[in-house]
């Protein structure tokens, strides 16, 4: 566990096995994986939003890192955790809390900075702690159950949270082979810029109507295996973001697998004569 972003979590304590410091949580209220990244899971606790962004580690039966997932906030009940929307980048918080004095209902777009107050005096709502959350498909959306008020729902206003990221990363360069084997090759390409940062590459092999994805390397370079000898083969190179825009192709590299098996120039024969007569004769090759 790494908690060096909150270190108040070890709240001072050095307690003996099987106690440990920190905590793990407790009065865990939501656990939720997110349905668009299985390696990043979050809970809330009495304590923070802990979570981790390795999970699938655990497949494997490796480690992962829980760490805090929300900075400065201390004393919580979490009563739900949702995914942003596809191409959202960042998740909007909600919170039936006081902030800066103030109670009310809470948003966060920028992961808990700041917080904007979306009710006012004239709405207020008994119990509203017991029941609020966002809405996966609608970005800025929150539902809030009441105590005799019924459930409501609210959209952004005022402070409109920055637009989807639908800008594409730039093209691949060409790629580059290297290292040709009879069953394999390794691909280079000069990287591609995104404004939000690129996220990885999608590596494709010509094939007819349907092209086959041979890989989805995170940096521009990519080992090829399992190829046939003698054989050519044409490639080449989309770049992704975290929002999901994919870019334009790169032109394809095309090369030819080295021939596999045998010694160069084919085999060789040994040839014997073990006995001969007058017009004939016996041999051995080998």
Known sequence: MDVS????????????P??????LGWMTESVEIDPFDSNRMMY???????GTEDLLKWDAGGQFTIKPMVRG??????????SPPTGRT?????AAATVDGTAGVFRSD????????????????????????????IHGRVYLGTNGRGVLYADPSGTVPPGDDTTPPSRPGRPAASSVTSSGATLTWAASTDDTGVSGYDVYREAGTTDVKAGSPASPAFTLTGLSPATSYTYYVVARDAAGN?????????FTTTSGGGQPGGCTAAYKVVNSWPGGSRARSR
């Open 18 to 23: 099987p106690e440990t410091a920190p905590k």
């Open 44 to 50: 809330g606790t009495g304590a923070t939003i802990y």
């Open 110 to 137: 920028d992961a808990g900075a700041t917080w904007v107050r979306i009710n006012d005096d004239r709405h207020r709502y008994g119990n509203m702690g017991d029941a609020i959350t966002g809405d996966p498909r």
């Open 246 to 254: 994919v870019s334009a192709a790169s032109d394809p590299v095309t």
């Open 73 to 82: 906030l201390e004393e919580t009940a979490v009563l739900d955790l949702v």
């Open 5 to 16: 972003s909150a270190p108040w979590l070890t709240f001072g304590g050095n307690p003996s």
């Open 90 to 94: 960042y998740p909007a918080l909600y």
